[in-house]
């Protein structure tokens, strides 16, 4: 009977400790990947997209986004992202950009973003349904005023309707 209680007991610490092995490999890889992830992206000073309603994008319809700046010293790079669902009909995208500065004057500009090759194969990356571009529009620019910038977009393929365009956004890294 003593054995028998004696090997209970091991079987009981056995699982005790696999247990807490177990728990504790979890956390220790939980804080890993947390490290990990984090660390991916530490040039980013600023990345903001927006969802455009029933992947439908209407001529009128600009998206904003707003930039605090404290720095005119540091050198950034400046990216356009765009998310396109399988279903958008051209290879191409053509869009406004608007920047308000500061001290409220303005800049246009029209750019062409190649979403798709001569072949029709889509140049984003993604799997499924969505394709997601990163487009440079800017490297190593610096901003001259310090406060409160403003980003309008807005699509110019001359279709009151777009449809196939899910997100737009803006992003803002540090030039290494």
């Not at 994008?57 to 669902?85: C, E, G, P």
């Not at 290879?91 to 409220?104: H, M």
């Not at 901003?143 to 393929?157: L, R, W």
């Amino acid at each position: 009977m003593n054995d028998l209680l004696r090997l209970i007991n091991g079987i009981t610490n056995i699982h005790k400790y696999m247990k807490n092995r177990t728990v504790l490999s979890f956390i220790f890889f939980s804080a890993f990947l947390l490290f990990l992830l984090s660390s991916c992206d530490k040039n980013r000073f600023f990345e903001q997209n927006s969802e455009i309603k029933d992947e439908k994008w209407s001529s009128n319809h600009k998206k904003a986004f707003q930039v605090n700046i404290s720095d005119t010293i540091s050198l950034f790079n400046f990216y356009l992202n765009i998310r396109n669902t399988n279903d958008y009909p051209y290879a191409n995208l053509y869009v406004f950009i608007q920047t308000v500065f500061p001290d409220s004057s303005l800049a246009q500009d029209t750019l062409e973003l190649q979403l798709a090759n001569v072949e029709g194969r889509w140049l984003g990356k993604g799997n499924g349904k969505y394709k997601y571009s990163h487009f440079i529009l800017r490297r190593a620019m610096h901003f001259a005023q310090m406060g409160n910038y403003t980003f309008n977009i807005e699509q110019g393929m001359r279709r009151d309707t777009l449809i196939g365009i899910s997100d737009v956004g803006i992003r803002l890294e540090y030039y290494p």
